[in-house]
Antibody, heavy 116, light 111 residues
Framework: EVQLVESGGGLVQPGGSLRVSCAVSGFTFSSYWMSWVRQAPGKGLEWVGNIKQDGSEKNYVDSVKGRFTISRDNAKNSLHLQMNSLRAEDTAVYYC?????????WGQGTLVTVSS | QSVLTQPPSVSGAPGQRVTISCTGSSSNVGTDHDLNWYQQLPGTAPKLLIYGNTNRPSGVPDRFSGSKSGTSASLAITGLQAEDEADYYCQSYDTSLSAYVFGAGTKVTVL
């Protein structure tokens, strides 16, 4: 069974940092692009970024460039999102998803709240 | 403001057919990039419903179908069921933004 399980969300102050992770099982993780997509409370979906199978290529939405970094550990079947200089508008549920367009399957998401 | 435009809501009685439109431009829907659809049931993560404009992943009922023409795409749900009440999102790649983009979502209500 394919599973993606996010962790690491929580409350962080504006300007702070947080690292969320996604543990993957049930498919050959190293064979797929992986993506992060977020959803602000009561709002729609926003693509955050993606990473190539070997980590050699990463792409980000403009609003997080220079602040967020995606990484992966193929040996541990895990995906990470390091978020720095967090802003109130980064408050959202963060989902990891397989693929880079035609995202699927998805994890259950982890809530990141940026507030003082 | 989403670059892909969807109606905020559509509704239909059980058994009816409903369609959701997704209108974009020559830099997204009008390109050769795939148009995909997602279903998000209340309180759950999104699920890939249609990929590559018209294809259904394994397990998705054939009541769901997708189409694309020019700068517009549509999702049709035939034989509407109560379990289809959800938010539906279209998604493509925008070559001007160099980013994957979603529509704002359409809430489907079964009357």
């Amino acid at each position: 069974e394919v599973q993606l399980v996010e962790s690491g969300g929580g409350l962080v102050q504006p300007g702070g940092s947080l690292r969320v992770s996604c543990a993957v099982s049930g498919f050959t993780f190293s064979s797929y692009w992986m993506s992060w997509v977020r959803q602000a409370p009561g709002k729609g979906l926003e693509w955050v970024g993606n990473i190539k199978q070997d980590g050699s290529e990463k792409n980000y939405v403009d609003s997080v460039k220079g602040r967020f970094t995606i990484s992966r550990d193929n040996a541990k079947n895990s995906l990470h999102l390091q978020m720095n200089s967090l802003r109130a508008e980064d408050t959202a549920v963060y989902y990891c998803a397989r693929g880079r367009g035609g995202f699927g399957p998805w994890g259950q998401g982890t809530l990141v709240t940026v507030s003082s | 403001q989403s670059v892909l435009t969807q109606p905020p809501s559509v509704s239909g009685a059980p058994g009816q057919r409903v369609t959701i439109s997704c209108t974009g431009s020559s830099s997204n829907v009008g390109t050769d990039h795939d148009l995909n659809w997602y279903q998000q049931l209340p309180g759950t993560a999104p699920k890939l419903l249609i990929y590559g404009n018209t294809n259904r992943p394994s397990g998705v009922p054939d009541r769901f179908s997708g189409s694309k023409s020019g700068t517009s795409a549509s999702l049709a749900i035939t034989g509407l069921q109560a379990e289809d009440e959800a938010d539906y999102y279209c998604q493509s790649y925008d070559t001007s933004l160099s980013a994957y983009v979603f529509g704002a979502g359409t809430k489907v209500t079964v009357l």
